[in-house]
């Protein structure tokens, strides 16, 4: 079962910050589960009981749409390398996309621009649950993969705002989400 927190401590920050890949699961109130691996340096605490990552353009808007119906959110670190150890943040998410008002504010903490952002999954951390990791095997992190990055370089804000138009509309099941419908300006490089 693990051990449960209410929230963050200093350990799990710094366990966190070691991490470079993790995972986000969302469900809609009917329909499939959707879970979504994520890198680059994105993911950020921001208090004890808040946390959020960077999202970038991607194939699909599953979390964005879920997180619009009902807000649950799981968050999933695995140590792949040192000790073992599965963390998982359960809370509450939001989209926080360039339009918001809040964009300003939150965004900066996030680190420097990367092509092809397209809004903040932000959660409130409702309980932090620890468990043992035994089965996660190693492995050596060689470093992350340029291909997003370029792609969406290539396709430059004008190509981005239609793929999103056109590709991150709808989730897999139908559900509506607003990332096509609002402007996102390409980061300064």
């Not at 950020?44 to 991607?58: I, Q």
């Not at 903490?109 to 932090?128: N, T, Y």
């Amino acid at each position: 079962m693990g051990k449960f927190f209410d929230q963050l401590t200093p350990a799990h920050r710094d366990f966190i910050a070691r991490q470079k890949i993790y995972f986000i699961a969302t469900a809609p109130d009917s329909g499939r589960v959707n879970v979504s691996p994520k890198g680059y340096d994105s993911f950020r605490v921001l208090t004890p009981s808040r946390a959020g990552y960077l999202d970038l353009t991607g194939s699909g808007a599953e979390t964005a749409a879920h997180l619009a119906q009902n807000g649950r959110a799981t968050v999933m670190f695995c140590a792949v390398e040192g000790d073992p150890l599965i963390l998982r943040l359960y809370g509450r998410g939001r989209s926080v996309q360039p339009h918001h008002d809040d964009w300003k504010q939150l965004r900066p903490l996030f680190g420097p621009p990367l092509a092809g952002e397209r809004q903040l999954i932000i959660i409130d951390i409702e309980s932090v649950q620890t468990s043992c990791g035994f089965g996660v095997p190693f492995f050596e992190y060689t470093g992350s993969r340029d291909t997003l990055l370029d792609w969406s370089n290539r396709k430059g804000p004008e190509g981005l705002a239609t793929y999103r138009a056109e590709k991150n509309a709808n989730s897999i099941d139908g559900l509506p989400t607003t990332l096509a419908a609002a402007p996102h300006p390409q980061p300064a490089r």
